[in-house]
């Protein structure tokens, strides 16, 4: 069973920087695709960012230049690097794996940005 824990939320003023991990359960490397969504309140879930086994990265056009996504195989470890936060950046921030056509989802660390 693949368990996904995400750290590193946190309140920030916007401008400000945070660093989310997602540590899982087992080797990253057997994952086809592991990335990062976020849900704000009333709003749906939405993709932020997204890393292949390869290493091809695909970010959501709203993260463009200000997040970056990478990996730490040795550490079954994905990050997410947040630069130049915006109040609009607030939610719940979730790690995703996807591995064999099946989805593993953690529980989600809150990022709350002030203006």
């Known amino acids: 069973q693949v368990q996904l824990a995400e750290s590193g939320g946190g309140f920030v003023q916007a401008g400000g920087s945070l660093s989310l991990s997602c540590a899982a359960s087992?080797?990253?490397?057997?994952?086809?695709?592991m990335g990062w969504y976020r849900q704000a309140p009333g709003k749906q879930r939405e993709l932020v960012a997204h890393i292949t086994r390869r290493g091809m990265r695909n970010y959501a056009d709203f993260v463009m230049g200000r997040f970056t996504i990478f990996r730490d195989n040795a550490k079954n470890t994905v990050y997410l690097q947040m630069n130049s936060l915006k109040p609009d950046d607030t939610g719940v921030y979730f790690c995703?794996?996807?591995?064999?056509?099946?989805?593993?989802w953690g529980l989600g660390t809150q990022v709350t940005v002030s203006s």
């Open positions: 995703n794996a996807l591995a064999n056509l099946r989805e593993y």
């Open positions: 087992g080797s990253i490397f057997s994952f086809d695709r």
